[in-house]
């Protein structure tokens, strides 16, 4: 099969052998895929990862054990877990310390004709949802964390800073329990592609007003955490979803002395994503700036990695 | 009468005129007083003070407009709020934007013969108490904060890191509501000290095991973040007490990696302070090193800025 494939330098379009089904995972043809930042990050060194990039995706199982799964339309949870670790035992397969990670660490990933993963990662996407709505589940997933993670009221004021793909996906979900949700970004066109409900998407210059109960740090950039802290409460809660360094010596006493609690927040769980992909149609498909097929995948990359560009896709065009 | 005045350059015995009573303050005459890293900061410019330093005290009131509180021995709430910003309204007048702060902002310290507070910061000394226990209010207040912060259950595992007063401090309350708890530190002799209950002392090298629930960072060194970051399980909480800045580039993708929530902490409440004083009796006049009158305050000083010195008390010997 075809395949994307990083040897640890250069991605290439190559011929690899299918995956050998293993015993409790499915085998999926992958039918939509997306290519992320981390995916960007892989191919420049992150995690030393080599082989198949790829985690998220629409696919539809062709083999599997359990053969109700056969023919299914679904979206698969990118960790497969250990299952009997005290993580694994917590319900957090996400943080087993043994796992893997499709397309991440030390499994294929799904930038590919086909992948696998354990047949307990799968989850059936609800008819409702279109491949170009159903392939945001991975990221949509990992900004419904943020609901996971911290107690909401409703009456909570939030702010997301980055508009970037996540930094917009975050304020589109916290947007579905809060009415006061501000963006805030660099770019005109993304803050004008993000307003959606009541949404306000605002220039970093002059920016929000500070006091916010919530502000999620999205903008990729580690210089993010000091506006971050600046627009944080006394004893409110600021959600870190960058996995960058803040560059220079770092004074975090703002966070001692106002007790803002920091929560970092990476991977959701795949029900909640899709139940907000499909009860609130959430309009990902704005996010979309190109698709290719798989053999131009290479050329897919390169868009992908143009400044200020959002999501582009593999699959059929 | 005599205070230790800083000028902004300069610490110095002087004598000035007592404070003036303020409507719903009371007029305290210090019985004893202690001296805290924050005012050895202070006395290097943070915060820009100028005035009468010291916030840890025992006092007895001497004057004030509700009269049930005069001959009293008191520990006083060091932060004077307004009342009625929102921070006060969620009662957080500990975050009051305008608040003073005794011998720290806006308002003059306890390291003198007499000082002021509002009536409503004043608590009263259990007669169990002695003035050596009840000098150590605000620091073990302050540890306390932890545990109206995070929710325990009695069964985490914890680590506190820097054997310093606070950590130490740290160390021995968390004692009294869990049973794992290790204090990682640098010195034997306040290792040695620090050894209470079921408290575990250990060196920083190898120091304990990664995973545990939750980590205290009181070192006192921006470097002590990454160490906690190590420590801390996926999903398990990080206290921070310092309020220095981290060395160099920072990463703190760890945090995102793990989904571990950063708790700032800062002061507590004196009633909690107090309880557990009483009720535990924890053995903080262990940490005392030295007492000495006012008039030797400057010697006090030089006494409690030395390496590895824990608390230096002022008051009548």
Chains 1, 2 share one sequence.
Not at 39 to 57: A, C, K, N, P, S
Request: aromatic letters at 4%.
């Amino acid at each position: 099969m075809k395949a994307l494939w990083f040897d640890g330098e250069r991605l290439a379009l190559r011929e690899i052998p299918p995956p050998e089904l293993r015993p409790g995972w499915a085998r999926l043809r992958v039918r939509l895929a997306g290519i992320c930042r981390t995916d960007l990050e892989l191919t420049r060194g992150y995690m030393g990862f080599r082989g198949v990039l790829g985690h998220e995706f629409v696919g539809e199982v062709i083999e599997c054990a359990d053969t109700g799964w056969v023919g299914k339309r679904v979206a698969g949870e990118i960790n497969a877990a250990c299952g009997t670790c005290e993580a694994c035992r917590r319900g957090l397969g996400r943080h087993c310390p043994t796992r893997s990670v499709l397309g991440i660490l030390n499994m294929d990933g799904c930038l590919a004709e086909e992948c696998q993963l354990p047949a307990a990662n799968l989850h059936e996407v609800p008819d409702g949802l279109s491949d170009r709505m159903a392939v945001f589940t991975e990221p949509v997933s990992a900004a419904c964390e943020i609901l996971d993670q911290v107690p909401l009221t409703g009456r909570e004021r939030a702010v997301v800073l980055g508009d970037g793909k996540l930094g917009i996906l975050c304020a589109w979900v916290l947007g579905t329990v809060l009415s006061d949700v501000t963006l805030v970004g660099r770019h005109p066109a993304k803050l004008e592609r993000a307003r959606w409900g009541g949404l306000r998407a605002v220039p970093a210059d002059p920016g929000p007003e500070p006091g916010a109960d919530l502000v999620v740090e999205a903008t990729g950039r580690g210089s993010g955490l000091h506006a971050a802290m600046r627009l944080c409460r006394p004893r409110g809660t600021l959600v870190l979803k960058s996995t960058v360094a803040a560059p220079g010596d770092i004074n975090l006493a703002p966070l001692v002395i106002h007790e803002i609690t920091v929560v970092g927040s990476r991977c959701g769980r795949f029900e909640t994503g899709l139940a907000r992909l499909r009860d609130h149609r959430l309009p990902v498909e704005r996010l979309i700036e190109g698709q290719y097929p798989l053999d131009r995948g290479l050329e897919a990359f390169e868009h992908a990695a143009r400044p200020g560009v959002l999501k582009i896709l593999i699959g059929p065009t």
